[in-house]
């Protein structure tokens, strides 16, 4: 029999339903599930009704970013009693089952705080999850299943010896090129489902959001090597990206923005120093024709994200230009990008990988970047103190832009970043933060001005 052929066969032993693929999960599983695009919905549905059902229960979740899918099936709140989330990164659905939790006397969904590139260790070697569910490409000729958008932690997981992998074989999931497949002879059982990827439509701009994403594309050379985070910030620079040449990518999420920019030869990746002539990401969310786009496109290439955020390898391509959010800056420099009121709203993920990578590469800038203000211009982004954990240190931030500028912070006194980041906020609360910088004795009045 040719391989070919023994894979084959392989495949049609290991097909089964949905219903029966879950039964092989046992109570008491540590189960992880690959964030957004890359979870099988028809499992997590066949899974939730198990549960409801009392067929399985004690089950433990491990992932960060859950899709929509998983809200409706296993995520639901009259299921928490079965399962229990366990989010290394929270979004909206985690958001809805806290404020479900509070309202009946239920504690908080856990938050498992670490940097994403070391969420695979932390989840074969300090958790010992037993078993991976996740969506991947129809079969190759050669026995592999591309994990398609979503190589993340789940390629590390899969590679873990005993692992239990249960896969769901959808044909709307891209192939894609790079480190990111797994092999039929590892698979306890696969069921075949056609169903459309979760798509992240283009998030609204306002004219804040052009006006820092205009500051940011003059702060980038042509040549550089792009990281950018999610959102309509991220999305502003690229926007304003299209008259550079000669870009590079290599980034956690690859978007539909950076997506665009290599369509319009903007990006070519000609001047990297690693992965030459290819965008490298470890998952990626957007639109259906970034989707199509990732497609056996030569170009793309997919790898862990234990590589790809690695500062280290970071670092090994000049001027690296990496862009994340904030919700909060102190007077120092240090920023919350995590909690907002007293509560999880999302998590560290891969910004401070990308903060000290970029940093560490030859001419590289890292940039945070955040809107002035909050709440409909209540609440300045730029504090006297965080209200919130450190995501990224004080020693660490590099480059902060709001609309009114941008200051590097490397190289200034305590005082003199106080001074300009004061400068960096919206006039409405300079008076009140000079007043707190002044008080605790970090600044002199003559060093920041109200105008």
Known sequence: MTMHGSCAELY?????????????????AKVVLPPAAGAPPAML?????????????????YYMLSAACAGGTVLAPDLMDHVTPMSFFHGSVERELDAFNRAHGKPAVPMLPCH????????????????LIATVSPMDERGNFSLGTNVDYTLGVARKPGIRIILEVNPDMPRTFGDCEIHVSDVMALVEHAAPLPCLGPTPRIATDDMIGAIIAGLVEDGACLQMGIGAL???????????????IHTE???????????????D?????????RSVFTFALGDQSLYDFLHENPAMEARPVDYVNNPTIIARNDRVLSVNATLQIDLSGA???????GRQFSASGGQLDFVRGAYASNGGKSIIACHSTAARGSISRIAAQLTGPVTTPRNDTHIIVTEFGWLDLKGKSLAERAA????LAHPNFRDELGEDAHNSGLVPRRLFTTS
Do not use: W, Y
Not at 12 to 28: F, M, N, Y
Not at 335 to 341: G, K, R, Y
Not at 420 to 423: M, S
């Open 420 to 423: 300009g980041l004061i400068a």
């Open 234 to 248: 991220p999305n502003a620079v690229c926007a304003n990206l299209h008259g550079h040449r000669n870009l590079g």
């Open 335 to 341: 920023c919350n990008s995590e909690v907002v009121n």
């Open 116 to 131: 994403f590139h070391q969420v695979p260790r932390a989840m074969v070697d300090a958790i010992g999850v037993d078993t």
């Open 12 to 28: 049609r032993q290991k097909l089964a339903t949905a219903a029966e693929a879950v039964r092989l999960i046992p109570s008491g």
């Open 269 to 277: 990746n000609s001047r990297k120093q690693t992965h030459v002539g």
């Open 45 to 61: 549905a066949a899974l939730a009704d198990r549960a409801r059902a009392g067929g399985v229960t004690d089950l433990q979740l």
């Open 253 to 267: 999420m690859m978007t539909s923005g950076l997506a665009d920019l290599m369509k319009a030869g903007v990006v």
